[in-house]
């Protein structure tokens, strides 16, 4: 039983190390994503695509909340003039506008709102190009790895020989200015 536990351990032992010795010899590089998606023309578009959404549904959303706050000066000047079925009507009529407030907010700016999917929807192809253009690179490079620098996985130090950004925006199309 010893031998057995033995010549397992030297077994794990060799596997390891043949391990170790086939990730060392590995090539690996890295990219930085956010500054591929910054150089490529199409993230401009899309970005001012968003940004005009954003600004129109923001709106939309301010005039909702404009709206229940004209209400409630309404209310509150006429208040002495209303009897109190009135009164409650009307504060009715108010919470059901907050509520259409919150609820379109929640609709387009919420987890997985309008907002959300314009942005994979726009960004969508622009990713598959750029993953693509990606692909293509550790390819011909032989790599074996290529880590997003911009995702931030715990990379404390990168040499920039590993860099193959600018690899990918060559294979973009896009020239570094």
Do not use: C
């Not at 108010?94 to 259409?100: G, R, T």
């Not at 020989?161 to 600018?166: A, P």
């Amino acid at each position: 039983m010893k031998n057995f536990l033995n010549l397992l351990i030297l077994s794990a032992s060799l596997v390891m190390t043949t391990g170790i010795q086939q990730v060392s010899a590995q090539k690996w590089g890295y990219i930085d994503s956010e500054y591929i998606l910054n150089k490529h023309p199409d993230y401009k578009l899309v970005q001012n695509e968003l940004e005009a959404l954003n600004a129109s549904w923001k709106k939309e959303a301010q005039n909702l909340e404009r709206e229940v706050k004209e209400m409630l000066s309404n209310l509150k000047a006429e208040e002495v003039l209303l009897t109190e079925e009135m009164y409650q009507e009307r504060m009715a009529a108010i919470e059901e506008k907050q509520k259409s407030a919150v609820a379109f907010n929640n609709r387009v700016f919420g987890i997985n709102g309008q907002y959300y999917q314009k942005q994979s929807e726009l960004l969508q192809p622009l990713q598959s190009k750029i993953f693509d253009a990606i692909d293509r690179v550790a390819k011909r490079n032989g790599l074996a790895a290529l880590h997003d620098k911009a995702a931030n996985m715990g990379l404390i130090y990168t040499d920039p020989r590993h860099d193959y950004s600018e690899f990918v925006l060559e294979e973009l199309g896009i020239e570094n200015k």
